[in-house]
T-cell receptor, first 117, second 115 residues
């Protein structure tokens, strides 16, 4: 069964330091991978996705993620964290092996990022 | 960019009443829309998938007679919580997708509180 794991409930980092939010996946076939961010009482905002091509994907707000097939990981990174990056981050995966236009996204449990001034 | 709206953003109702939540894709035609439920400090739980003009596909454990979904057009889907009870209080989020290559754009969510 397809699954996504975000092993950290919370990540704390000082402003200006690099940040990493971890995500690992387990799917049959080749995965489509996504990162979303959620601010309090708001819906999810798309950050970036990996479908194919370069393993390093660049997204919104200076975020990037590295797809690692051997480690089945898709960690979210940013070279220099901002206080405004503090939010809830979700990793999600879709298995493109299914010939169904109504494919579903499988979300991780979420990781709360806290950037302290 | 693609925008998805939800209305209302917040609703408080009495137990036993029905509440309708609208989800609209404002600048694109959504082939598929999704309804999620999110409990405090938890991840999104997919409730159902809806395609325009056809019946919604509900996830296991979701009561289709309680959570009525209507996808009347390519830009509008509605979720009606029928005979709401306090345990239905939650944050409901919709998502709309126009391409199989996209994860989908999400609405801002609707906070439902049932007294």
């Amino acid at each position: 069964a397809q699954s996504v794991a975000q092993p950290e409930d919370q990540v704390n980092v000082a402003e200006g330091n690099p940040l990493t939010v971890k995500c690992t996946y387990s799917v049959s076939g080749n995965p489509y991978l996504f990162w979303y961010v959620q601010y309090p009482n708001r819906g999810l905002q798309f950050l970036l996705k990996y479908i194919t091509g370069d393993n390093l994907v660049k997204g919104s707000y200076g975020f990037e993620a590295e797809f690692n097939k051997s480690q089945t990981s898709f960690h979210l990174k940013k070279p220099s964290a901002l206080v405004s990056d503090s939010a809830l981050y979700f990793c999600a995966v879709r298995d493109i092996g299914v010939m169904d236009s109504s494919y579903k996204l499988i979300f991780g449990s979420g990781t709360r990022l806290l950037v302290r001034p | 960019g693609a925008v998805v709206s939800q209305h209302p953003s917040r609703v408080i109702c009495k137990s036993g009443t029905s509440v309708k939540i609208e989800c609209r894709s404002l600048d694109f035609q959504a082939t598929t829309m999704f309804w999620y439920r999110q409990f405090p400090k938890q991840s999104l739980m997919l409730m159902a998938t809806s395609n325009e003009g056809s019946k919604a596909t509900y996830e296991q454990g979701v009561e289709k007679d309680k959570f009525l979904i209507n996808h009347a057009s390519l830009t509008l889907s509605t979720l009606t919580v029928t005979s709401a009870h306090p345990e239905d209080s939650s944050f409901y989020i919709c998502s709309a997708r126009y391409s199989d290559l996209e994860g989908g754009d999400f609405g801002p969510g609707t906070r439902l509180t049932v007294l």
